[in-house]
């Protein structure tokens, strides 16, 4: 049962360097999520996807970009990293928008 | 503006006693909420949920209460035990458009 699977675990970037998480989800849900948890702040929404070729704006979208490349894989990217975007980023999946989410493990990101 | 709010960063119990986690939210029309833990370093998962319809649920050592005039809600651990050490997350979908977003977390500590 892998359920949320996220790659890479950490990641360290310089100002300005781009990268992709990939994240994909075995339970045929229809909905994906994208947070950040920071330090006393809690998990703010990125980037909402509530079915395959759909996407929405969370709290916090600004620096990133997202793609729901099918039903299983939502990805999420940064084009030009700043420090601001040194965070815990965690990828969820739910088969609708009002139940539960099932997280990944995060990705733990550095932005020098 | 924060619709979820989690007013205690930290709490402290002693192991076998009562712990009660606290969130307030301020969209009348949230109609179901969600109770997540965390530990570090993995992703947070499921705890307990309650809908609106109802303002008690329960499940083992948990218990979700549902105060919709006051627009609060607690959850209570009782006994609590040391693997409760973790972050509680209130959660709620927001407008009914599938975007489900957190407080800030409560971080509880089971003393021996």
């Known amino acids: 049962n892998a359920g949320v699977t996220q790659t890479p675990k950490f990641q360290v970037l310089k100002t300005g360097q781009s990268m992709t998480l990939q994240c994909a989800q075995d339970?045929?849900?229809?909905?994906m999520y994208w947070y950040r948890q920071d330090p006393g702040m809690g998990l703010r929404l990125i980037y909402y996807?509530?079915?395959?070729?759909?996407?929405d704006k969370g709290e916090v979208p600004n620096g990133y970009n997202v793609s729901r490349l099918n039903k299983r894989e939502f990805s999420l990217r940064l084009e030009s990293a700043a420090p601001s975007q040194t965070s815990v980023y965690f990828c969820?999946?739910?088969?609708?928008?009002?139940?539960?989410?099932?997280f990944g493990s995060g990705t733990q990101l550095s932005v020098l | 503006d924060q619709q979820v709010k989690q007013n205690s960063p930290s709490l402290s119990v002693q192991e076998g006693r009562i712990s009660i986690l606290n969130c307030d939210y301020t969209?009348?029309?949230?109609?179901?909420f969600l109770w997540y833990k965390k530990y570090p370093a993995e992703g947070p998962t499921f705890l307990i949920s309650?809908?609106?319809?109802?303002d008690k649920n329960e499940d083992g050592r948990f218990t979700v209460f549902l105060n919709k005039s006051a627009k609060h809600l607690s959850l209570h651990i009782v006994p609590s035990q040391p693997g409760d050490s973790a972050v509680y997350f209130c959660?709620?979908?927001?407008?009914?458009?599938?975007?489900?977003?957190f407080g800030k977390g409560t971080r509880l500590h089971i003393l021996p």
């Open positions: 996807s509530a079915s395959e070729g759909t996407t």
């Open positions: 959660a709620a979908p927001r407008n009914r458009d599938d975007k489900i977003i």
């Open positions: 969209n009348s029309m949230f109609d179901y």
């Open positions: 969820a999946s739910t088969p609708s928008g009002n139940e539960k989410l099932f």
């Open positions: 309650i809908s609106s319809i109802k």
């Open positions: 339970m045929n849900h229809n909905s």
